[in-house]
């Protein structure tokens, strides 16, 4: 089972900030919080990932709260081209094989 | 360009036709794995390989076979297709299984049918 829990779907107006919620309360110390998207069908791309600092690459930026039983994933400026499912998983470094459980994701659809 | 491919793209066949999935990635990678995506049920994996004829089971291997003869290449074979192997698959790999290397690529996906 998923060790996540996102809320099924989230609207977002063009050119606002997305910002997409992930539940991990039972994370373990040595585990990443990863975020994926998907595009309608298409392969799943890497967006962020992070252990307990805050993260920001060119695509988003990931808010991870000090308890890490919780993160946010925040698009600053969100266009139509973002509406995707996205995808919040754990994993630990120590896995043996690079396995990523998936959960059913949030449905992000970006309003104009 | 750095890339997964799969090919083919779309594939309708029938019961018991054997088949097999083409994966290639350019990135020198040493992690390939599948997974199949169906409606509900999330992406599910199926084998992996951690490196050249080093492979594993996934979550739902049942019905599938893989090889990694080389390092870029990991074809998925069906042996005997069958109904419930209709699916959305898609090849993935990584450079390492540690560190910030570890984000996977995934390619773009094979829609089979089999009837």
């Known amino acids: 089972d998923a060790k996540t829990t996102q809320p099924p779907s989230m609207d977002c107006a063009e050119g606002r900030a997305a910002n997409l919620p992930c539940n991990h309360s039972?994370?373990?110390?040595?585990?990443?919080v990863y975020w994926y998207r998907q595009i309608h069908s298409q392969g799943p791309q890497y967006i962020i990932h992070?252990?307990?600092?805050?993260e920001t690459n060119e695509m988003a930026s990931l808010i991870i709260t000090e308890d890490r039983k919780s993160s946010t994933l925040i698009l600053p400026h969100a266009t139509l081209r973002d509406t995707a499912v996205y995808y919040c998983?754990?994993?630990?470094?120590?896995?043996?094989?690079?396995?990523?459980?998936w959960g059913a994701g949030t449905k992000l659809i970006i309003k104009p | 360009e750095a890339q997964v491919t799969q090919n083919p793209r779309y594939l309708i066949t029938v019961t018991g036709k054997k088949l097999t999935v083409t994966c290639s990635q350019n990135?020198?990678?040493?992690?390939m794995s599948w997974y199949r995506q169906d409606p509900g049920l999330g992406l599910r994996q199926i084998y992996y390989?951690?490196?050249?004829?080093?492979?594993d089971k996934g979550d739902v291997p049942e019905g599938y076979k893989v090889s990694r003869k080389e390092k870029r290449n990991f074809p998925l074979i069906l042996e005997s297709p069958s109904p419930n192997q209709t699916s959305l698959y898609f090849c993935?790999?990584?450079?390492?299984?540690?560190?910030?290397?570890?984000?996977?690529?995934f390619g773009p996906g094979t829609r089979l049918l089999v009837l």
């Open positions: 390989s951690m490196n050249v004829e080093v492979t």
């Open positions: 998983i754990v994993r630990s470094t120590m896995d043996s094989n690079y396995q990523l459980i």
């Open positions: 992070g252990l307990k600092n805050n």
């Open positions: 039972t994370i373990s110390g040595n585990e990443y």
């Open positions: 990135m020198n990678h040493e992690y």
């Open positions: 993935a790999s990584s450079l390492s299984l540690r560190g910030r290397r570890e984000t996977q690529y």
